[in-house]
């Protein structure tokens, strides 16, 4: 029994310093009772986010591949736009436009046990940003100038459509989400906001069952979990490529073929 507990104090412990250490000072008073159980979270102020218009966001329908290299080698990544359509199709997207090529992985979390490393903030391809002041950062819409936010999605098993802009248990379902938090799984990062994840994400080092429902997953690693064992705060994504499945990805007609 003392084992139980010491096991879940340690968990507690560590997703209360991920999230504190994902927002700036000025925001941890007011977010500290929601985020104490908070995993993998943003800094990025989004008080007046809505519920952003689902039809207006990338698609990616079906699934693709994406390749980061980090350290010279490969990570190769499975994006599942089946479960996670508008997820996938923001993170395609992304790649797509070379919007990751030079960010830093700004948060690495191993101790007290594994748990994430965490990257995507834009402000990381700037050297003479300290790797301290990032996780605030979103991908900037060239076409309006504005942060892309998307929704909060998630696929519960045996359900023919996603949950938005809730978790699963504020939307009153029991089920497990289709797509979980085994290691190796990528899914995006947010603040206590449902509807903030734009461009960071995270992936996860160890099973993490008690983040299911509340984070949407979009992906897997299948190769290269070596290398993520290796990636340390201050690591670089060398490039990030589409290398299967770039026809699954579906674009409102109004979007920008811009470069961020």
């Known amino acids: 029994m003392q084992v139980i507990v010491r096991r879940w104090f340690l968990v507690v412990v560590m997703?209360?310093?991920?999230?504190?250490?994902?927002?700036?000072?000025?925001?941890?008073?007011?977010?500290?009772?929601?985020?104490?159980?908070?995993?993998?979270?943003?800094?990025?102020?989004?008080?007046?986010?809505?519920?952003?218009?689902?039809?207006?966001?990338?698609?990616?329908?079906?699934?693709?591949?994406?390749?980061?290299?980090?350290?010279?080698?490969?990570?190769?990544?499975?994006?599942?736009g089946t479960n996670a359509p508008i997820t996938a199709?923001?993170?395609?997207?992304?790649?797509?436009?070379?919007?990751?090529?030079?960010?830093?992985?700004?948060?690495?979390?191993?101790?007290?046990?594994?748990?994430?490393?965490?990257?995507?903030?834009?402000?990381?391809?700037?050297?003479?940003?300290?790797?301290?002041?990032?996780?605030?950062?979103s991908f900037i819409d060239p076409k309006t100038g504005q942060p892309r936010y998307i929704p909060l999605e998630i696929t519960p098993k045996g359900a023919e459509t996603p949950v938005y802009s809730e978790t699963l248990d504020q939307?009153?379902?029991?089920?497990?989400?289709?797509?979980?938090?085994?290691?190796g799984a990528v899914a995006m990062a947010r603040s206590s906001m449902p509807d903030s994840a734009s461009s960071q994400f995270y992936i996860a080092l160890a099973d993490l069952?008690?983040?299911?429902?509340?984070?949407?997953?979009?992906?897997?690693?299948?190769?290269g979990m070596d290398v993520v064992d290796t990636i340390q705060v201050g690591d670089r994504i060398e490039s990030a490529e589409v290398t299967q499945g770039l026809e699954n990805l579906k674009k409102p007609e109004s979007a920008s073929e811009e470069s961020p």
């Not at 985020?35 to 699934?63: C, F, H, W, Y």
């Not at 939307?171 to 290691?183: C, E, M």
């Open 15 to 80: 997703i209360i310093a991920v999230s504190l250490g994902a927002c700036s000072p000025s925001k941890v008073a007011s977010q500290n009772t929601r985020d104490s159980s908070t995993a993998a979270t943003t800094g990025t102020s989004v008080a007046q986010v809505t519920n952003p218009q689902i039809e207006n966001l990338p698609r990616l329908e079906g699934k693709a591949t994406v390749v980061l290299t980090v350290k010279d080698s490969p990570i190769t990544i499975e994006v599942d």
């Open 89 to 137: 199709g923001n993170f395609v997207d992304l790649v797509e436009r070379g919007f990751y090529d030079g960010v830093v992985f700004h948060r690495v979390v191993r101790e007290p046990q594994p748990f994430v490393v965490q990257g995507g903030d834009p402000q990381g391809k700037d050297p003479n940003v300290p790797v301290e002041r990032l996780g605030t950062g």
């Open 171 to 183: 939307a009153g379902i029991s089920d497990p989400p289709q797509l979980q938090h085994t290691r």
């Open 209 to 223: 069952s008690f983040l299911d429902g509340d984070y949407a997953v979009f992906g897997y690693v299948k190769n």
